[in-house]
């Protein structure tokens, strides 16, 4: 496994970097386990402090890592800068936050005259961070945040093909002041995963990827007797109820199946429109995404990039053909793409019947699972078969009613008139094979941190 930056837009390899040696890990397992102890014994003052300037530097070179996910996955610039600003609205909501959600708890006891019982929260070491490639720093600040201010040390494994970002997550963070060794970055294989995990310095390891890269790594820790938290795959169902708004709830679908050029785990992957008004959506969601502008990500008038690589343009192709081999018909939205590049052309599947094991399929990529649904149960049961349950949406003028049908939907999150997406403040959730252990947004601080109990007895309490 290389290290190394290939722009997707040209297929050029800019820069390539040595991996980890045994040596390497070891080192910092060393400097992190050092960092830890001394870092649990702050106070959520200055964890806050570090928090608060990790977000400043954030908005500070928003424009600069923006240009670098450009480089390294594709993101168009505007979608590059919102991840960074996400990101630093995550920092700001932790310093905000922590000490509030960290606070010790009194609990309840069936007699008060016989003693009391608090909880508290400490932290436990190291936290191993395996994160993708799609949101190169949303998806390491999200676990930096929380367990930083719970008093961890992490350690990050970037996907390969983000080590220009992954660098400059850790020169931001130990910009803001943390101390050497409290949040490292290393271009580290495969095969030191396990000796990380077995490792007593680290109490855990946060995941977000593939279905199989879980498998292996909730193995490995659970092996270990090492707590693991994954977000893994999803196939988000987008609900178009007989009373939407039809014109925004377009824009929407639209948008929330290709931004970040569809390679979004909550992205509007299967899109499920009841039967009357069905026809007319497909008019105006064929001639939205036919309005895309793919080019280079660089160019601020770029609203449709490549994607992160040619692997994953080749793959997804493959992926389609084996639909299309099952019986879907494959539709492609002419939208002009450039003849370099890894770029993926908008498809749209349909006749994804019951004998088509393409419905249960992910499709990381520009490509939309479009399904008419004869009324409203047929809407939850087409959303409902599916062995993922991260998120879906919902659209309706009438919250009563969306909320009603949110109640019928399994899966770990619903949102309402909106695609599924993510915001500081909101909880993130999953179910069945998209989440395992999964931490929600304001609660991740309380992942990885030991929840002691400390019972004082009342020394008059009978023998």
């Avoid at 400490?122 to 390491?140: D, H, K, R, S, T």
């Avoid at 997804?316 to 053909?321: A, F, G, K, Y």
């Avoid at 959303?383 to 009438?398: E, Q, R």
Wanted: hydrophobic share 45%; aromatic share 8%.
């Amino acid at each position: 496994m290389a290290f190394a930056t290939i722009n997707p837009y040209t297929n050029e390899v800019v820069k390539e970097f040595p991996e980890a040696t045994e040596q390497d890990v070891q080192a910092a397992l060393a400097r992190g386990h050092e960092a830890y102890e001394a870092w649990r014994e702050t106070s959520f003052e200055e964890r806050a402090k570090l928090m608060k300037n990790i977000g400043a530097l954030l908005r500070r070179d928003a424009d600069k890592l923006a240009r670098l996910a450009a480089l390294e996955m594709g993101k168009v610039l505007a979608e590059g800068k919102g991840e960074v600003l996400l990101s630093a609205e995550i920092c700001e909501y932790y310093a905000e936050n922590l000490a509030e959600l960290l606070k010790p708890e009194e609990l309840k006891v069936s007699d008060p005259k016989v003693g009391r019982a608090t909880l508290v929260y400490e932290p436990q070491g190291i936290v191993l961070a395996i994160e993708p490639w799609n949101f190169p720093y949303y998806q390491v600040l999200r676990i930096v945040a929380p367990q930083l201010s719970a008093g961890n040390a992490v350690i990050l494994k970037h996907a390969a093909n983000l080590p220009q970002c992954a660098a400059a997550c850790q020169e931001l963070v130990e910009e803001a002041g943390a101390p050497k060794g409290l949040f490292q970055n290393l271009y580290m294989p495969h095969k030191f995963t396990e000796m990380v995990l077995d490792d007593p310095r680290t109490c855990g390891v946060a995941l977000t990827g593939s279905e199989g890269a879980g498998s292996i790594v909730a193995g490995t820790a659970g092996k270990a007797l090492k707590k693991a938290t994954m977000e893994l795959g999803g196939s988000d169902a987008f609900i178009v109820l007989d009373d939407a708004d039809l014109e925004k709830t377009v824009k929407w679908a639209v948008f929330g199946r290709h931004w970040n050029a569809g390679q979004v785990c909550v992205s509007a992957k299967r899109i499920i429109v009841v039967d009357s008004l069905y026809d007319r959506f497909v008019e105006l969601y064929k001639k939205g995404v036919a309005e895309l502008k793919a080019g280079d990500p660089m160019d601020p008038n770029t609203t449709f990039a490549p994607l992160s690589s040619q692997k994953a343009a080749d793959d997804l192709r493959e992926l389609v053909q084996k639909a299309v081999k099952q019986g879907a018909k494959a539709e492609t939205v002419p939208v002009p793409v450039p003849n370099q590049g890894a770029f993926f052309q908008p498809v749209i599947l349909t006749g994804l019947d019951e004998n088509n094991e393409a419905r249960h399929w992910e499709f990381f990529g520009p490509v939309t699972q479009l399904y008419r649904a004869k009324d409203e149960d047929d809407a939850v049961r087409i959303a409902n078969d599916s062995p993922y349950g991260l998120g879906g949406s919902i659209f309706s003028k009438d919250e009563a009613h969306a909320l009603r049908v949110a109640s019928r939907l399994r899966t770990g999150m619903v949102f309402i008139n909106h695609p599924t997406g993510t915001k500081a403040e909101l909880p993130f959730g999953g179910i069945a094979r998209s989440g395992f252990g999964r931490e929600l947004m304001a609660l991740g601080i309380k992942e990885f941190v030991n929840h002691k109990l400390i019972n004082v007895v009342d020394i008059d309490a009978p023998f």
